[in-house]
């Protein structure tokens, strides 16, 4: 059983930067990776980073490719999203979801296949 904590959503004026972060914890850290999610109000919850805890590689969805930076700390069993750049468009709930068996990366964004989630903190980009 994982738990996820996520943290680290505000209000930031577009073109600004926040750090969201996701601490893992629980009697058995069993997760191979982890994936950060948002939801606008009225759309579809949707995909934005995967990072895989072994190798620590990544993978973006092209809304936010070369904005946003996942990393991790695995002494804390934390992920971290930084988010630059940030557009009104990126306002939404972030969510992170951590699966137990890896996944291929083409699937890492769908999220289906995720058996944790946190709950969501709110990213607010408006000026």
Do not use: H
């Not at 505000?10 to 926040?18: A, D, E, M």
């Not at 191979?32 to 969805?61: D, H, M, N």
């Amino acid at each position: 059983e994982v738990q996820l904590q996520a943290s680290g959503g505000g209000l930031v004026q577009p073109g600004g930067s926040l750090r969201l972060s996701c601490e893992a914890s629980g009697s058995s850290l069993d997760y191979s990776l982890i994936t950060w999610f948002r939801q606008a109000p009225g759309k579809e919850r949707e995909g934005v980073s995967c990072l895989y805890r072994s190798g620590g590689s990544t993978y973006y969805s092209d809304s936010v490719r070369g904005r946003f930076t996942a990393s991790r700390d695995n002494v804390k069993n934390t992920v971290y999203l930084q988010m630059n750049s940030l557009k009104p468009e990126d306002t939404g709930f972030y969510f992170c979801a951590a699966r137990a068996v890896r996944v291929v990366v083409s699937s890492c964004l769908n999220s289906i296949v995720y058996d944790y989630w946190g709950q969501g903190t709110l990213v607010t980009v408006s000026s």
